[in-house]
């Protein structure tokens, strides 16, 4: 693949991911989530991804990795202090509960029970099915990994974590279920031979 | 783990799916517990019994040479057990009891599978999320197939909604 060839293909391409990533995320929480903002990284965007996070609360991150002709990184990135929201929304708590409350274990450093960590990491795993099933065909991509969570990493950790190769094309999308105050970052990563590195970390808004 | 499946609940409306004279009886096989709680939810919301569910492919394959169920809907990606994965499993189920009806759930769509599994005779191929739309699919699909049903005529917003999920 050129990457730098087909960059914009991409771009366009990983948009339309996150956009059906927010639909498929709606459904599950069964809200309106919608996506507020698209931001589009290239090249060794590390310091760019660690500086846009940075003042967030404890982050939960859980990641997958698709296999093809080259990598792609899927992650959805949450505020722990978000999470217990997500998966009241997740389990039905505000209504009739889906699930019977467990008292939260420690796992992780994190205060999630293990039906918690499987209802988040299940969430993750359909929106990252529904970003490869906008991506797979283009990409040529035929398997993916299990869901890999990790809870209260640094931050310079997590941001390694989303990253398949130092050199990548990242789109970090912001899905927002404004009427619950929920917001979870969507980062598709995907990573370009080693030597197209681009001169230094870029961003721009697409 | 194999969980006892306990009598189904009345939950939403109180039409029901029979085959014969007796509710469509459903093994339910996914990895997730939270997953297997929303198609529990779904399948009782729309009149089946669920008579077990399993975590993977070996013992689905156990439990539904135990109990004949009507149907298996059947997670795609699982980690492999006993050496068996989910398309084994599949292709057991369709030799061993070609009446039953499968359908495939997953949350990680690729074409191959699809045509695979569908190729192969599965009732349907459903990517994940689902929801009540979802479901209103799977009671028409298997409304044909079952004819003693009490199946309602499907609103026109499920059928819309249910044609972006590879119904």
């Given at each position: 693949?050129?990457?730098?060839?087909?960059?914009?293909?991409?771009?366009?391409?990983?948009?339309?991911?996150?956009?059906?990533?927010?639909?498929?995320?709606?459904?599950?929480?069964?809200?309106?989530?919608?996506?507020?903002?698209?931001?589009?990284?290239?090249?060794?965007?590390?310091?760019?991804?660690?500086?846009?996070?940075?003042?967030?609360?404890?982050?939960?991150?859980?990641?997958?990795?698709?296999?093809?002709?080259?990598?792609?990184?899927?992650?959805?990135?949450?505020?722990?202090?978000?999470?217990?929201?997500?998966?009241?929304?997740?389990?039905?708590?505000?209504?009739?509960?889906?699930?019977?409350?467990?008292?939260?274990?420690?796992?992780?450093?994190?205060?999630?029970?293990?039906?918690?960590?499987?209802?988040?990491?299940?969430?993750?795993?359909?929106?990252?099915?529904?970003?490869?099933?906008?991506?797979?065909?283009?990409?040529?991509?035929?398997?993916?990994?299990?869901?890999?969570?990790?809870?209260?990493?640094?931050?310079?950790?997590?941001?390694?974590?989303?990253?398949?190769?130092?050199?990548?094309?990242?789109?970090?999308?912001?899905?927002?279920?404004?009427?619950?105050?929920?917001?979870?970052?969507?980062?598709?990563?995907?990573?370009?031979?080693?030597?197209?590195?681009?001169?230094?970390?870029?961003?721009?808004?697409? | 783990?194999?969980?006892?499946?306990?009598?189904?609940?009345?939950?939403?409306?109180?039409?029901?799916?029979?085959?014969?004279?007796?509710?469509v009886r459903v093994l339910v096989v996914d990895?997730?517990?939270?997953?297997?709680?929303?198609?529990?939810?779904?399948?009782?919301?729309?009149?089946?019994?669920?008579?077990?569910?399993?975590?993977?492919?070996?013992?689905?394959?156990?439990?539904?040479?135990?109990?004949?169920?009507?149907?298996?809907?059947?997670?795609?990606?699982?980690?492999?057990?006993?050496?068996?994965?989910?398309?084994?499993?599949?292709?057991?189920?369709?030799?061993?009891?070609?009446?039953?009806q499968i359908i495939l759930m997953t949350a990680?769509?690729?074409?191959?599978?699809?045509?695979?599994?569908?190729?192969a005779g599965a009732l349907a191929y459903i990517?994940?999320?689902?929801?009540?739309?979802?479901?209103?699919?799977?009671?028409?699909?298997?409304?044909?197939?079952?004819?003693?049903?009490?199946?309602?005529?499907?609103?026109?917003?499920?059928?819309?909604?249910?044609?972006?999920?590879?119904?």
């Amino acid at each position: 693949m050129r990457y730098d060839a087909v960059a914009r293909n991409l771009e366009q391409l990983m948009a339309a991911a996150a956009d059906r990533a927010s639909y498929a995320l709606g459904r599950l929480l069964n809200a309106e989530v919608r996506v507020s903002c698209c931001q589009l990284y290239h090249g060794d965007w590390r310091e760019a991804l660690t500086e846009s996070l940075q003042g967030r609360g404890a982050l939960v991150t859980i990641s997958q990795t698709a296999f093809g002709a080259e990598p792609v990184v899927v992650s959805i990135v949450i505020e722990e202090s978000r999470t217990r929201c997500m998966l009241d929304l997740l389990m039905g708590r505000h209504g009739a509960s889906l699930l019977p409350f467990v008292d939260p274990v420690s796992q992780n450093g994190a205060r999630f029970d293990p039906l918690e960590i499987d209802a988040l990491k299940e969430t993750a795993n359909i929106v990252t099915g529904n970003c490869i099933a906008v991506l797979g065909r283009e990409l040529g991509l035929t398997g993916c990994s299990l869901p890999s969570m990790a809870a209260e990493m640094p931050l310079a950790d997590t941001v390694c974590s989303l990253l398949p190769r130092v050199s990548s094309m990242c789109v970090k999308s912001r899905l927002k279920a404004s009427a619950h105050a929920l917001e979870v970052v969507l980062m598709i990563s995907i990573a370009g031979p080693a030597d197209s590195v681009a001169a230094g970390p870029a961003a721009e808004r697409v | 783990m194999i969980r006892a499946a306990p009598r189904a609940g009345a939950i939403g409306e109180p039409c029901s799916l029979e085959a014969g004279n007796m509710p469509v009886r459903v093994l339910v096989v996914d990895d997730s517990i939270f997953i297997r709680a929303l198609i529990r939810r779904q399948l009782e919301r729309i009149g089946c019994t669920v008579a077990a569910e399993a975590e993977n492919a070996a013992q689905a394959l156990s439990l539904f040479r135990t109990l004949k169920p009507n149907l298996v809907t059947l997670d795609i990606v699982m980690a492999e057990s006993d050496g068996i994965d989910s398309l084994s499993a599949f292709r057991a189920m369709r030799e061993e009891a070609p009446e039953t009806q499968i359908i495939l759930m997953t949350a990680m769509p690729f074409d191959e599978s699809r045509e695979t599994f569908m190729s192969a005779g599965a009732l349907a191929y459903i990517v994940k999320p689902i929801d009540n739309s979802v479901f209103e699919g799977i009671k028409r699909k298997l409304a044909a197939v079952f004819p003693n049903l009490g199946a309602d005529a499907p609103a026109p917003h499920a059928q819309a909604a249910a044609g972006k999920t590879d119904l």
